[in-house]
């Protein structure tokens, strides 16, 4: 049986609706957008969340406590040690991490056959972790996520446990995974618009 979303329209609609408030709120990461309005402008797609990747440093009460951790520093750019440095001096108590996320979208498929062209495409120009995150002919949902990611532990308490060359090394590495997956994500933005031949 051929696998569709049920209701494909209407989920759509909802989806742009919320992205416009999230766009008005300035809640969409600024180099993201033109890739989102070239997936939303295809018939057969609607992008339902989204992360162009960041750089941050996070400072979290215990490990795996996401919701009572607080972002001492977040950059989706490439960062400078000076401001890694200025984020650190920000820390006081629990744990101290510097963190590299990868891009991560969610893209709704009206088929399941446009759900794996998605999915293709994504895993043929380097997002290696992409996968369909949701099957149903309730919703059918691709992930598109990368590979590129850091979890260092910097202190704990106000202490440092590394030094400073180390820091300033461990910021160069997750510059160039930055600078990786944006070059990745500008090179979906190119070839998205292929899907379109195909519908």
């Given at each position: 049986m051929f696998l569709?979303?049920?209701?494909?329209?209407?989920?759509?609609?909802k989806a742009m609706e919320g992205l416009s408030k999230a766009l008005a709120e300035g809640k969409v990461d600024e180099?993201?957008?033109?890739?989102l309005e070239k997936i939303n402008a295809l018939e057969n797609y609607f992008t339902t969340s989204s992360c162009s990747g960041r750089i941050s440093v996070m400072e979290m009460p215990h490990f795996g406590d996401k919701v009572n951790s607080v972002w001492l520093g977040k950059w989706h750019r490439e960062v400078t040690i000076e401001e890694v440095f200025e984020a650190i001096g920000k820390h006081k108590s629990g744990q101290l991490w510097f963190l590299v996320r990868?891009?991560?979208?969610?893209?709704?498929?009206?088929?399941l056959e446009d759900a794996v062209k998605l999915l293709n495409l994504a895993i043929g120009l380097g997002f290696k972790y992409s996968n369909i995150k949701s099957v149903s002919h309730r919703k059918l949902l691709v992930e598109i996520r990368?590979?590129?990611?850091?979890?260092?532990?910097?202190?704990?308490?106000?202490?440092l446990w590394v030094s400073e060359d180390y820091i300033r090394?461990?910021?160069?590495?997750?510059n160039d995974q930055l600078r990786r997956?944006?070059?990745?994500?500008?090179?979906?933005?190119?070839?998205?618009?292929?899907l379109s031949q195909s519908q």
């Open positions: 569709y979303t049920k209701n494909f329209e209407e989920q759509k609609a180099d993201i957008i033109t890739l990868s891009p991560i979208l969610h893209v709704g498929a009206r088929t990368s590979t590129e990611r850091m979890d260092v532990p910097l202190g704990a308490d106000g202490e090394r461990i910021v160069g590495i997750a997956f944006k070059g990745k994500l500008r090179r979906l933005e190119e070839e998205v618009g292929k």
